[in-house]
């Protein structure tokens, strides 16, 4: 079982810029993936980035250019850096982990490990 705990949230203006991070405890499987999801109040979550432990990253396509998904595998953390933030991506940010290189990362479906999420504003 691994935990999962975000930070790295706030407030910004439209324009600027937010880096989250995810620190993982616990076992984590060295064939794994990890990502990041987000859900605005009252709607489903969904799939924003995503980074496998060969290194391969999936994004929503909307969102590739503006946000990009690294890893620390020394230090089991994945961030997202998130550039030209707008008021749409006001959401909770979640960051997920499966025990396995998941075929279709975007889908929440495939994740049974979950953080407990980190609020962006952006107005």
């Given at each position: 079982?691994?935990?999962?705990?975000?930070?790295?949230?706030?407030?910004?203006?439209?324009?600027?810029s937010?880096?989250?991070?995810?620190?993982?405890?616990?076992?984590?499987?060295?064939?794994?993936?990890?990502?990041?999801?987000?859900?605005?109040?009252?709607?489903?979550?969904?799939?924003?980035?995503t980074?496998?432990?060969?290194?391969?990253?999936?994004?929503?396509?909307?969102?590739?250019?503006?946000?990009?998904?690294?890893?620390?595998?020394?230090?089991?953390?994945?961030?997202?850096?998130?550039?030209?933030?707008?008021?749409?991506?006001?959401?909770?940010?979640?960051?997920?982990?499966?025990?396995?290189?998941?075929?279709?990362?975007l889908?929440?479906?495939?994740?049974?490990?979950?953080?407990?999420?980190?609020?962006?504003?952006?107005?």
């Amino acid at each position: 079982h691994v935990q999962l705990v975000e930070s790295g949230g706030g407030s910004v203006q439209a324009g600027g810029s937010l880096r989250l991070t995810c620190v993982a405890s616990g076992y984590l499987h060295t064939r794994n993936t990890m990502g990041w999801f987000r859900q605005i109040s009252g709607g489903q979550r969904v799939g924003v980035a995503t980074i496998d432990s060969n290194g391969k990253a999936t994004y929503e396509t909307s969102l590739e250019g503006r946000f990009t998904i690294s890893k620390d595998d020394a230090k089991k953390t994945v961030y997202l850096q998130m550039d030209n933030l707008q008021p749409e991506d006001t959401a909770m940010y979640y960051c997920a982990a499966e025990y396995a290189i998941v075929t279709r990362p975007l889908e929440v479906k495939w994740y049974s490990n979950w953080g407990q999420g980190t609020q962006v504003t952006v107005s």
